[in-house]
């Protein structure tokens, strides 16, 4: 599905070619960027870490059971290219990193995924846990505390790591906090190439409004259930 196929713009034709995302055309954006986005932000993540803190930690404890941290801190980029650290549940393997090159050295295929999406649909690195997290996007509830201390934002461009700017043909993302959900996440999600994700953030950053915030997180919803991560 392409930026065109979901119709996401500032004047969505019909609700019904977005999944369900509704778009914010009759609102001008104002101070919702600037102010009440940060301050939906804090609220929201005060109100759910009591209830989602308790399956953090239990996830945790699982994870810790082959003896190694459960929790992955990885640098990405944040707003104005300041780098911070993203907090995961870790669902692969220790060391998974070190073991990318040689992996995708020995695979073609993967290689050409790999170059193209930046992700593996097969991804041998993934423990079986992991596998279950990555559908549901539950490993990315740590980054709960990435929004509280104002890293990240609930809705927002995907995260991006520093040696993956190169691949990265737009600019709107530079002015804006990462997102733990966001257009790209609900509409192509795994699908579409890296460099489309330039395109989800333009029109993102255009239509940025509460209404479009909210439309977002309803439709994240959806892709939870269907677990369409990996």
Do not use: H
Not at 93 to 119: F, G, H, I, M
Not at 128 to 134: C, Y
């Amino acid at each position: 599905m392409t930026v065109q196929d979901t119709s996401f713009s500032c004047y969505l034709r019909s609700a019904s070619q977005t999944n369900g995302i509704v778009s914010a055309s009759s609102e001008s954006p104002g101070a919702y960027p600037q102010i009440f986005k940060r301050a939906v932000d804090l609220v929201f993540v005060v109100l759910a870490l009591p209830i989602v803190l308790p399956f953090i930690l239990g996830m945790a404890a699982l994870i810790a059971c082959d003896g190694t941290n459960p929790f992955y801190g990885q640098k990405r980029v944040g707003r104005n290219g300041k780098l911070f650290t993203m907090w995961k549940l870790r669902s692969m393997v220790p060391n998974a990193y070190t073991q990318l090159d040689r992996y995708l050295a020995d695979n073609p295929a993967a290689r050409k995924e790999w170059d193209e999406t930046q992700k593996l649909k097969n991804d041998p690195r993934i423990t079986a846990l992991g596998r279950v997290l990555r559908k549901t996007s539950l490993d990315e509830l740590p980054q709960l505390f990435n929004v509280l201390t104002g890293d990240m934002s609930l809705v927002g461009p995907r995260p991006m790591m520093p040696d993956q700017q190169g691949l990265y043909p737009g600019t709107a993302y530079y002015a804006l906090r990462p997102g733990i959900t966001g257009l790209w996440q609900v509409s192509d999600r795994n699908e579409g190439s890296f460099a489309s994700r330039a395109d989800f953030d333009a029109t993102y950053s255009e239509c940025l409004s509460f209404r479009t915030d909210l439309s977002v997180l309803f439709a994240t919803a959806g892709v939870v259930l269907r677990g369409t991560g990996y």
